[in-house]
């Protein structure tokens, strides 16, 4: 072959391979699409039961108890993405002080799906300032992260925790899996420990429990919106809870003797 005709023939593997190229990052751009089109839909399948588990935790509220369990929170309270609304972390915690206590709970549910730290003060403190609760848990902030504004987080979470009785159970916020969220989760987790401080409010190691799930837990414990914790996701949120609120449950209740299977987060 004349020395001439390589420099051609190496413009000619040099377009295929640009082509290739080309061609390959056309079909990941449509794939993302097509990916976020799906999660988008799945979103708005979900949306769809944000009236069903809302009504469903109003219903519940009516119902008598020896104890009355508050919680504050946002859509995981309200168990977007589980199966059932009983089968939030607040349904799970709820039927484990019934196993622990051997007593009849009443839940009020004040959660709100999409609440932020500056709607749960706005709607659901000044109902929960009328209630006399003998179990509260607070898990909120999540969706404080997409727009961040540390100023405006803390002036909320410092309302919202000046109003708690001292046994009141505050998770931090849950790990966000993608660094840019992880370092606004971290401040925001700062703040809640710090604060929680102040007050002597016991925080709970949301964000500590669901890190240790990992890539797996990521895979198999959200609901398909790929936000939402499905039912396992949501075991994994009560679990985080578990060991304060059996040992708050034994300190300040009478509780049956129970085999060491029954008491929360054992299983």
């Not at 399948?45 to 009504?55: A, G, M, Y």
Request: glycine share 6%; net charge positive.
């Amino acid at each position: 072959m004349p020395r001439s005709s390589r420099p051609s023939r190496w413009a000619s593997r040099l377009a295929v391979t640009a082509v290739g190229v080309v061609t390959a990052a056309a079909a990941s751009v449509i794939g993302w699409r097509r990916f976020q089109a799906r999660l988008t839909a799945n979103s708005l399948v979900l949306n769809e039961t944000l009236p069903i588990h809302s009504k469903w935790w109003r219903d519940h509220a009516k119902e008598k108890g020896d104890l009355l369990y508050v919680a504050i929170g946002d859509s995981a309270a309200q168990g977007i993405g589980a199966s059932a609304p009983n089968r939030s972390y607040v349904g799970v915690l709820a039927d484990e002080i019934r196993a622990v206590t051997g007593r009849t709970v009443r839940v009020v549910n004040l959660s709100v799906s999409g609440a932020t730290v500056e709607l749960a003060v706005r709607d659901q403190l000044p109902r929960f300032v009328k209630l006399r609760p003998d179990i509260v848990t607070v898990a909120i902030g999540a969706n404080d992260i997409a727009l961040w504004d540390p100023v405006l987080f803390e002036r909320g979470i410092r309302q919202i925790f000046a109003a708690l009785p001292p046994y009141a159970l505050v998770a931090d916020l849950p790990y966000f899996y993608f660094p840019r969220n992880e370092r606004k989760v971290a401040v925001a987790n700062r703040i809640v420990r710090s604060v929680a401080a102040e007050h002597g409010l016991t925080v709970v190691p949301l964000h500590a429990e669901t890190k240790h799930q990992g890539i797996r837990g990521m895979m198999t414990q959200f609901a398909i919106d790929l936000f939402h914790p499905n039912d396992h996701g949501y075991r994994v949120w009560a679990d985080a809870f578990a060991p304060s609120l059996a040992a708050q449950l034994v300190e300040r209740f009478e509780t049956p003797d129970v085999a060491p299977a029954d008491v929360v987060g054992a299983a």
